[in-house]
C-alpha cells in the first residue's frame, strides 16, 4: 500500500511507543522486585507496595509516554497499522530482559519474535485505506453497530469470568488468565483510543469535538480500560518471566 504522510507520522509514532513500553515493563517488573523483598508481598498475589517504589514509578512514566506517542499514533494512522507494531515491543523488553534481568530467551522464544515481526509486517504491508473521518460521531455509529455491541457484550462477560472466578483460583499459577484480562480490555479500548485521537486532532485543527458526549463517553471507556490492564500487567509481570508475559499478551492483542 502507499502510505500518506499522516500514516507514516502514525507509524513512526507507534514504533517509538514501542521502544518505551518495551523498556517500561523492564523497569517495571525491577520495581516490582524490589517491592516483593522489602514488603515480603507479590503484587500478583494482592500486594501494592510497588505503590511506593520509585523505580517502579519510574518504570511507569515511562510507559506513559510510550502510551502517549502510541495514542498519537492512532489518531494519525488507522489502527490496523499502529497495533501490529507493538511487536517491537516484544523484541525490545527481551533483549532487555536478558541483559537487565538474565532472563534467557530459549530458541522457541526467538522463533517467537521473529514471527511476530514478520506477521505484524505482512499485516502493516497489505493494511486497507482509511477514509477520513470528519467527526466523531461517525465513530461513535460504527461503535454502535449490533456486532460490535455483541462483541463488547461477550468481552464483559468473559473479562467478570476471569476477574472474579479464575484469577482468584489460578492467576498466579497460569498467564493465559491475567494476560488475558489486560488483551481483552485492550481490545476494547482500541475504538475508543482511536476515537478520543481523532477527535482531540479535529478539535486542534478547529473542528471541536469537546462539545459532544460521545467524545467524554470514549474517554471514560479509555479510562476504565487502561486502569484495569495496569492493574493485571502488574500482577502477571510479578508472577512470570517478562518474556512469556509479554509475548502471550501480544498475541492474545493481535488476535483479538
Not at 507507534?14 to 525491577?30: E, N, P, Q
Not at 493494511?127 to 455509529?141: D, G, M, R
Request: aromatic share 10%; glycine share 8%.
Amino acid at each position: 500500500m502507499v502510505f500518506s504522510k499522516d500514516n507514516m507520522t502514525g507509524i513512526i509514532l507507534a514504533l517509538l511507543s514501542s521502544v518505551f513500553i518495551g523498556a517500561s515493563f523492564i523497569i517495571k517488573k525491577k520495581g516490582l522486585r524490589r517491592a516483593a523483598v522489602v514488603s515480603g508481598v507479590r503484587a500478583g498475589v494482592g500486594g501494592y507496595s510497588y505503590l511506593l517504589e520509585p523505580l517502579w514509578w519510574i518504570g511507569m512514566i515511562t510507559m506513559i509516554v510510550g502510551e502517549i506517542a502510541n495514542f498519537v499514533a492512532y489518531a494519525f494512522a488507522p489502527a490496523v497499522l499502529v497495533t501490529p507494531l507493538g511487536a517491537l515491543s516484544i523484541i525490545v523488553s527481551a533483549v532487555l530482559a536478558q541483559i537487565i534481568l538474565k532472563e534467557k530467551l530459549h530458541p522457541l522464544g526467538v522463533l517467537g519474535c521473529v514471527l511476530c515481526i514478520i506477521g505484524s509486517v505482512v499485516i502493516v504491508v497489505h493494511a486497507p485505506q482509511e477514509h477520513p473521518i470528519s467527526s466523531v460521531k461517525e465513530i461513535w455509529y460504527m461503535a454502535t453497530q449490533k456486532a460490535f455491541l455483541l462483541y463488547m457484550g461477550s468481552v464483559i462477560v468473559l473479562v467478570f469470568i476471569l476477574v472474579f472466578y479464575f484469577a482468584p483460583q489460578c492467576g498466579h499459577s497460569n498467564v493465559l488468565v491475567f494476560t488475558g484480562i489486560c488483551s481483552l480490555m485492550g481490545s476494547l479500548s482500541v475504538m475508543s483510543v482511536k476515537a478520543l485521537g481523532t477527535s482531540l486532532k479535529l478539535t486542534v485543527e478547529g473542528k471541536n469535538q469537546l462539545i459532544y458526549l460521545e467524545t467524554w463517553a470514549f474517554m471514560f471507556i479509555v479510562a476504565v480500560c487502561v486502569v484495569t490492564q495496569m492493574n493485571y500487567l502488574n500482577k502477571a509481570g510479578s508472577c512470570y518471566s517478562n518474556c512469556f508475559c509479554n509475548g502471550t499478551h501480544f498475541v492474545y492483542k493481535l488476535t483479538l
